[in-house]
């Protein structure tokens, strides 16, 4: 797949640009245990780490694999968290976002999956994307819920530090272009 050519979104409140090694220093603070605590990646033990999952990011775009994106409030700048388009070279992608904690309960995740979402149904290759979610991370699930997710599947999956999570798999329909 060619490279990717998106160089931002954005929404009254937010601008999505491609994750680049600018904002290392942010994915490496705020991945933080409570952050990642209905994940599978768990966060980095050393600023090393966060370098190498920037780095895979970067790699990916240029192949056009995938789609992380720093989610920025737009007036201020300020990073919020980040949102992954993964497999976009594949029928269909998957997407996941966290926030860091102090951008929690604003309406920041939705806001972010809907521009988002209208930017890949624009693209015209994929009919729907998938959306897995930790079964006890409840406000994800309304989230996602709200958006026009429906619960597909259901299946369980192992962090490094060996918890097992319930995954809930949304199904969201993207509208037909043309």
Not at 7 to 21: F, H, I, K, Q, Y
Not at 106 to 124: D, F, K, P, S
Not at 130 to 142: I, Q
Request: hydrophobic share 40%; glycine share 8%; charged share 20%.
């Amino acid at each position: 797949m060619p490279p990717l050519n998106f160089t931002a979104v954005e929404t009254e409140r937010l601008r999505l640009v491609p994750l680049n090694s600018k904002y290392t220093e942010d994915v490496y603070r705020e991945f933080t245990p409570a952050v990642a605590r209905y994940m599978i990646p768990q966060p980095y033990q050393s600023k090393a780490e966060a370098e190498q999952f920037v780095s895979d990011c970067e790699r990916a775009f240029d192949l056009g694999s995938d789609l992380e994106l720093a989610i920025l409030e737009i007036q201020s700048g300020e990073f919020l968290g980040c949102l992954g388009v993964l497999g976009l070279n594949l029928t269909v992608p998957q997407l996941g976002i966290w926030l860091k904690e102090s951008a929690w309960g604003c309406g920041y995740g939705r806001e972010a999956l809907q521009v988002v979402l209208t930017w890949l149904t624009g693209q015209g290759r994929h009919a729907y994307a998938l959306y897995p979610v930790d079964r006890e991370n409840v406000s994800s699930r309304h989230m996602i819920e709200a958006l026009g997710g429906v619960l597909d599947n259901v299946y369980s999956e192992q962090n490094s530090l060996g918890r097992i999570f319930e995954v809930c798999e949304y199904h969201l329909t993207l509208p037909s272009v043309g």
